[in-house]
């Protein structure tokens, strides 16, 4: 058993930056893999990034790809989601997840979630 808590979400200009973070409860936390969905007013959620369970590979949507990087300290049971040069169409609520499977990157696949932290970007 898994819980995920995420924390950093709120409300900045287009092009600046902000660091989610998810922290991770049990002795686990490096058996997972560990991703970041997002969802907006209105829309589906949707794969943001995901890291291998020691950190080695890293899957970006085509969306965030430059721009968000994924971490993850394994010795403090945390993932992070840097977002840089924010813009509108970031804005959403911010989920983490975690599952078993590298290269997944629908919701059904990952087993854990978050309570979702609100990101928002204005003009």
């Known amino acids: 058993q898994v819980q995920l808590v995420e924390s950093g979400g709120g409300l900045v200009q287009a092009g600046d930056s902000l660091r989610l973070s998810c922290a991770a409860s049990g002795r686990t936390f490096s058996r997972y893999v560990m991703a970041w969905f997002r969802q907006a007013p209105g829309k589906e959620r949707e794969f943001v990034a995901a890291i291998s369970w020691g950190g080695e590979s890293t899957y970006y949507a085509d969306s965030v790809k430059g721009r968000f990087t994924i971490s993850r300290d394994n010795a403090k049971n945390i993932v992070y989601l840097q977002m840089n040069s924010l813009k509108p169409e970031d804005t959403a609520v911010y989920y983490c997840?975690?599952?078993?499977?590298?290269?997944?990157?629908?919701?059904?696949?990952?087993?854990?979630w978050g309570q979702g932290t609100q990101v928002t970007v204005s003009l």
């Open positions: 997840a975690a599952g078993p499977s590298l290269g997944a990157f629908r919701e059904i696949e990952y087993n854990y």
